[in-house]
């Protein structure tokens, strides 16, 4: 039977990420592939990781990134830049393009757009238009400096951090004359500030000072404002040198006009019509994606060096061509093969997850403006009044899913072409889904991605730690954990996947995705279909359970402040949405492929390579849920008087109401992972016949 042949190449990535169809797209990864493998890799390779300075070879990026287009993207044609509309899955793109080579890069290129995603996501339509169009690199006949911009949001300890309920930055009115402007003094000190080695413009935020200041906000702080503009001192990280960071101290006048997204004066008051935490809440919601999908790109870009090492290890001594030793090397181990599998399967499910998110964020933008100029036309102000308005379209997100759920003969068609078209019920329906998917593949691809990018570097011995590790994997192993910190630790993630995953609306996502999966399962055999529905099904009890389930002490086990409860829920949620995400990228790659030359050929080996690899991450996954379920369910009892008989099934099965159901379920998951030791072992075969190129395409 034939096998996997080469590595998949870009025709099969635009079909299982879903932008086969988008030329621009294609480009905009062309663009940033270039710049990765030539500038960033040569920045690496040189040695400009090894200072904390932002210097001028370093600022060579930044030219880069405006003579490929790179700069210009995030804005709109009439801001001067060239994608219409969302542009979440293109910044995802990008930065699984540079991180391909250097994570730094990547951070450093979409940096400025962190800085103006406030002004993007809240900002009034003259702020849009005018630091935007700042922004965008000078067109033929301009003379101009390009602007950069900062986010700052962190602040010096005890501050430090995304936990938007404590700002200390200020925020005060200096002046307000009769009839004008009033002007406001802020003071602002950042820690762990992005670009402000080179900002030209800062967007702070800062809680309120004054008592003629209704709230929190956000401001627009610039470089020429009265006061002190100073960018301080750059960060000594370990991590991510190829972008900037300083911790710097903004003591600055500015016209109550920077407010981002304006204010309102009532009873002599300013009123922002944002508070800061309004704004960062949906600068994350966002711009948290492209950070997961930056360590994917480490895991997948691991795979074709450790190859080549492995297979290498042994040339030149005494073994001869056409020997194994000399041909396979190190891959005529099963370990080695098997461990690399990990990591492949690992940043497939990753990147899946992380592209998903952004295709998702790309979905719901207009769907979240459309609600907005709803809810403004009905005058339904502020946050806890929009919620009370949303509420009933939760029963109709609902009924949408069990609809698309149904066969298309089977179901009131009609009905859903309303539900469908309501954009209140789109709202809920993918604010719901989004608000599990983002913080999943934030936590997930970066946290567990980290760990697997140990693994990927072990795969190269003491090469791996070298600066001469080919694909520079030992730093991209250090950059991992920085993904994983910034933009909300792994903490954050857990507490916002913690209030989502039990939604109503992602609970009957659930189960439509249980049955769908069950059905694959039947068309598409030995996919892992069957092993992921199982696992969900695993999950959803446990939840269930927990839910009404208590401690010895009679307090509830389900809680927000029982972290080791939630967070653990949490965590195996991440392990199974990013499996199912991979599945469904299969599948599209199994549907799509015929329609693409390129891909046909070698595809049905490639799906059945693929398809063993979800299997094969099924299992992990469900392992990890059964692991994580039976913790939670058994651990909160008191163990009973031991005498070496509690434990047995019996008397386990009293330990708790359901726990027959509870066992049921687990030997199901169990039984589900039939196989995908075997699908393991297919793959993993596959590694050790599958053509790579001769070298790598960028400089060591
Ligand atoms: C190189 C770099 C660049 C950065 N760029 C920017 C930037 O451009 N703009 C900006 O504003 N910020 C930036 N940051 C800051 C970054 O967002 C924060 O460092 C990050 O969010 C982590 O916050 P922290 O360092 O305060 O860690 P902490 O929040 O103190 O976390 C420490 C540990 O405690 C855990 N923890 C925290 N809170 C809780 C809790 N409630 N319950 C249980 N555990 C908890 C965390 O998960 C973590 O493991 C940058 C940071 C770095 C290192």
Redesign the pocket.
Known sequence: MERLRTLPGDDVRQIMWRFADRYDLQMVVQSSRSVARTTAARLVADGARNTHEWTPEKAELLKAFDASGLTGMFMEPEQGGFLAGPKNLAMCLVAFELSWVDGGAA?CNL?TD??LAPIHERGTQEQKDYYMSKCVPPQPGEDREVWRG??????P?P?????TGVVSGKVRIDEWKEGEEPMLQVEKR???????AFANFVTA?VNTDDERIKSSCMVILEEGDEGTYDPGAP?L?M??QL?A?NDPVLSLKVPASRIIGGYTVQDGMIVPNYSHGEIIAAVFQRTRIPVGVMTSAKLLSAVEPVIRYQRGRFRGGESKPGTPRYELGLQQNEDANHRLLDVWSTGESMASLGFAAGRMADDFDPIEKEKERIFAEQEIKGPRAQMKALKPKEQDAIEMIQLRAKPEGDRDQARLDALEADPLVQYSYLSAMSNVYIPACKLWNTGYGCQMMREAVAMMGGYGITEDCPGFLGQKWMDAQ?EA????????Q??QLALSMTGPVFAAQLTAWIDELRLHAQETPGRGHCTLATAFELWAWTVEHLQSAKDPEGKPLMHGRR?GVT?ALADALAWLVAVKCFMDDVDELAEKGPMNAVVAEGLDALVDFFGDMATWQAARAAGEAGRVAADLVFGYILHPDCAGECCSADAAGNLFEGAEAFYALRRKVDAAVAGARLAKDRAAADLTKVMIPEALDYPL
């Open positions: 951070t940096a962190l800085a900062a986010f700052a949001l962190t602040e300890l501050y430090v951090g995304v936990d950042g820690r762990f500030i992005t670009n402000m935020a960060t990280k991590v991510h972008s960071t920085l910190t910034y933009e909300g630790p792994e903490v954050v857990r507490r972290q967070f």
